[in-house]
């Protein structure tokens, strides 16, 4: 059997040869190469505009077979909630609820007697039925936890996870997304897998390396380069497509670039087209030699566990390397936590006290091609990884917006609300006032108080206005 079996074996793995010969010779050619260079041939926005007209028929057959077989194809109610609300004060509402009571008691009484005026600055029990009502709105429609759950599509992508209600529409779309099925774990998770290895090993190699060289324009040039070159081969790795909007307000040296937050990924859409000092917590494993590679490098900021928590020294840490202009824009996510991208919550701000010039940046991600948000609380980091490469593309837009500072007169907390509404409204996004640490905390005490403030204000306010007439 020997003699047959050898030149068998020898067959196997000349092809097994060929075969990787092929497939790294395009990955090099077609990816690796035009990634250094910054080029595209243009084959992902082919493979974008190809996914629409498929996602397009998908959608309409799956929509007619719903209704043909009496299917709930979405749910009822939509991310904009379930109750209608209208932006009123807690002074208006209240006035509202005292002049409806005062009109059916009027009503209903014989006498011709004035009751008390709606405006009146005495505690009147109907007032909580308007706290009792905000109550039972926040549990039946809580705008702040749905922002920490994916939304769900309009349309089908032909993802499972991207429709929850999708069930046997057709043998047509049922083998479609079988299809679908094979060419994205068969051939696009491979592919990205192989891409996403090379970026980082060439990352850790070429960091380790330059980290050799004295400090100096040609250690900060060749590091520019290897960071631009290893994260456009990781962008590739996701079949990203970005587009860039006005790049003329990109972030300078000694600046601070601010984002919302949607996914870990946010750090390579961004670091794809310029270069940026990170700033986090050390950690071990592979994101541990990673991070000391890189600061081998380049100035990252990264922070013991001890250290993180010493408000005072992160400030302090920021400040010195914002102050020295020849360092990188620092990239900060103000939110501290990922948002499912549809709407901008509460910035923290410790990065709007160091006094620096901040560059706001909207990234607005397209849920139709794959679903970017990391749900951190049901799914871990590899998990996620390979959720993303298994989708079918990663398709955002990413918006520079001129720089702002501090006006004069204006604290820290004023100056992270502007900056955020500036990035909420370009974006398209809802701008909340909520703590993203509600994700995994209780609502703290302050935002009780501010609400019982702001109802005392209302009776004290009412009675000075009255003692004075």
Same mark, same amino acid.
């Given at each position: ?15 097994? %040869? ?11 050619? !077609? ?6 260079? %910054? ?38 109610? =939509? ?9 009123? =004060? ?55 936890? /749905? ?7 309009? =349309? ?9 209600? !999708? ?19 068969? !051939? ?36 520019? /380069?290897?960071?631009?070159? $290893? ?25 601070? $670039? ?26 071990? %494993? ?12 380049? +100035? ?37 936590? $990922? ?62 917006? +001129? ?24 974006? %398209? ?41």
């Amino acid at each position: 059997m020997g003699p047959f079996i050898s030149p068998f074996n020898n067959l196997l793995c000349m092809l097994l %040869g060929i075969s990787f010969t092929v497939w790294f010779t395009l990955l090099l050619v !077609f990816i690796i190469v035009p990634a250094i260079f %910054g080029l595209s041939f243009g084959i992902r926005n082919l493979y974008m505009k190809t996914l629409l007209k498929v996602f397009k028929w998908a959608t309409v057959r799956m929509e007619r077979g719903a209704k043909e077989k009496n299917h709930l194809l979405y749910k009822p109610y =939509s991310l904009n909630g379930i109750i209608a609300k209208e932006p009123t =004060s807690l002074e208006e509402e209240l006035k509202e609820i005292r002049r409806n009571g005062s009109s059916r008691e009027l009503d209903g009484s014989a006498s011709t007697t004035t009751g008390p005026s709606p405006s009146s600055s005495e505690f009147e029990m109907s007032d909580t039925f308007y706290f009792c009502r905000r109550g039972i709105e926040s549990i039946v429609d809580d705008e702040v936890t /749905k922002r920490f759950s994916s939304e769900e599509l309009e =349309s089908w992508n032909l993802l499972t996870r991207s429709n929850y209600n !999708f069930h046997h529409i057709s043998t047509r779309l049922t083998v479609l997304w079988g299809l679908g099925v094979v060419i994205r774990y068969g !051939f696009l998770l491979p592919l990205r897998l192989t891409l996403a290895i090379t970026g980082v090993s060439l990352l850790v190699v070429f960091t380790t390396m330059i980290g050799f060289l004295p400090n100096g324009s040609m250690k900060n040039f060749l590091s520019e /380069k290897v960071h631009l070159m $290893c994260y456009r081969i990781c962008v590739r790795a996701l079949t990203a497509i970005i587009t860039y909007h006005h790049s003329e307000n990109k972030p300078k040296n000694g600046g601070i $670039c601010v984002a919302n937050h949607t996914s870990p990924i946010d750090v390579i859409i961004l670091a794809s087209d310029g270069c940026y000092a990170m700033v986090g917590q050390i950690h071990g %494993g592979l994101m541990g030699i990673i991070q000391r590679s890189m600061v081998k490098a380049c +100035p990252h900021i990264w922070f013991e566990r001890s250290e993180v928590k010493d408000r005072h020294l992160v400030a302090k840490r920021l400040s010195d390397h914002v102050q020295d202009k020849s360092k990188l824009p620092i990239l900060i996510f103000p939110e501290g936590t $990922c948002i499912n991208n549809t709407s901008v919550m509460m910035f923290k701000k410790g990065s709007f006290e160091i006094g620096s010039t901040v560059y706001p940046v909207a990234i607005k991600y397209d849920p139709r091609f794959g679903e970017a948000f990391w749900n951190s609380s049901k799914f871990g980091m590899v998990n996620y990884l390979l959720r993303m490469m298994s989708s079918w593309a990663i398709v955002c837009s990413v918006w520079y917006l +001129p720089p702002m500072s501090r006006q004069e007169g204006e604290d820290a907390v004023q100056f992270a609300n502007r900056v955020k509404a500036a990035i909420a409204r370009q974006g %398209g996004l809802v701008d909340l006032l909520w703590d993203g640490g509600l994700k995994r905390g209780k609502v703290k005490e302050t935002f009780k108080e501010e609400q019982q403030k702001l109802y005392s204000k209302i009776l004290v306010g009412t009675q000075e206005d009255r003692s004075r007439s």
